[in-house]
């Protein structure tokens, strides 16, 4: 599962995205994720920021994201930091709710469980934010899109 916390550069505007697959998110799913994402925001410029999952540092991915500079900026959060990460508070939100104390017999229950929170965050719009101000980001304020992304 993967999960997009995006915001304006004004602060407003939170929108949560998700994605399930089968399997491990690699760099082709991921480039294929980054794709979705941009047409998804309507194709205007974003500052990524991301953890170290070794396939956003990946050759391929390196050599990718060279040719989007036109509309992306990638900012990476400290190794080890979980705690900046906005995205893990979601997940835990995720987890002390909706997934909480789940018992299922396949991935795509927990997937459903999953999805069923996510609509729930969305719904509520000051959590997104919440989440933002959790993370304590140290990134200055973009003149773009701030996306955070985790996986």
Known sequence: MAAVLAYAPDGSGAKVMFSARTG???DS??????RQ??????GGKV???WD?????????????LDTQRSWLVVERLL???PDLNPVEALWGNLKGTELANLCVDTISETEYHARRGVRRIRKE???????????????PKPLTLRVVAGS
């Open 125 to 139: 719009k000051d959590l997104a934010f919440a989440f933002l101000r959790h993370g304590r980001t140290p990134f």
């Open 37 to 42: 994402l941009r047409r998804q925001l309507g």
């Open 47 to 49: 500052t990524l920021i």
């Open 79 to 81: 190794a080890y930091a």
């Open 29 to 34: 799913s991921l480039i294929t994720f980054i």
């Open 24 to 26: 491990a998110y690699n």
């Open 52 to 64: 170290g999952l070794p396939s956003h540092r990946s050759r391929r991915m390196q050599a990718f």
